[in-house]
C-alpha cells in the first residue's frame, strides 16, 4: 500500500506558472507508473502526463495530453520519491482538481489502470 500527496495548488492569473509535487511513499519498491490527472467541475477527470518510474532511475519519456503539450512538464526524483508537474502558460481551461495517482506496473492512460490516488490539489486559472 503506498500513499500519495499532492501539493503546490493554488490561484493563478493566466499566463503564469505552477509546479504540482506528488509524494510517494518509501513503500514504492517496484517499478510503477505515476501520472497526473485532473477533473474539472461538470467534466470526468481525465489524464494529464504519465511517466514509467523505475526503482532507480526515470526511464523512457513522459506522455503528455494534447491539451497540455508543450506547456507542461512532468519529472521524477525517485531517491525522494517526487512526482512533480511543472505548468506554465496556464489558462482558465486548467482550472480543476488535480490529482496523482500510482500504476504498479507499466503507464496506462485509463484511470481504472490506477491504484492509489492521492487526495487532490486545486489548481484555478483567473482570466
Known amino acids: 500500500q503506498v500513499q500519495l500527496l499532492e501539493s503546490g495548488g493554488g490561484s493563478v492569473q493566466a499566463g503564469r506558472s505552477l509546479r504540482l509535487s506528488c509524494t510517494a511513499s518509501?513503500?514504492?519498491?517496484?517499478?510503477?507508473?505515476i501520472a497526473w490527472f485532473r477533473q474539472a467541475s461538470g467534466k470526468e477527470r481525465e489524464i494529464v502526463a504519465r511517466?514509467?518510474?523505475?526503482?532507480?532511475?526515470?526511464?523512457?519519456?513522459?506522455i503528455y495530453a494534447d491539451f497540455v503539450k508543450g506547456r507542461f512538464t512532468i519529472s521524477s526524483d525517485n531517491d525522494k520519491n517526487i512526482v512533480s508537474l511543472q505548468m506554465n502558460f496556464l489558462t482558465p481551461e486548467d482550472t480543476a482538481m488535480y490529482y496523482c495517482?500510482?500504476?504498479?506496473?507499466?503507464?496506462?492512460?485509463?484511470?481504472?489502470?490506477?491504484?492509489?490516488w492521492g487526495q487532490g490539489t486545486q489548481v484555478t486559472v483567473n482570466s
Open positions: 495517482a500510482l500504476r504498479p506496473s507499466f503507464c496506462s492512460p485509463r484511470e481504472d489502470d490506477y491504484e492509489n
Open positions: 511517466i514509467f518510474n523505475p526503482r532507480e532511475d526515470l526511464r523512457g519519456a513522459p
Open positions: 518509501r513503500s514504492v519498491v517496484t517499478n510503477v507508473c
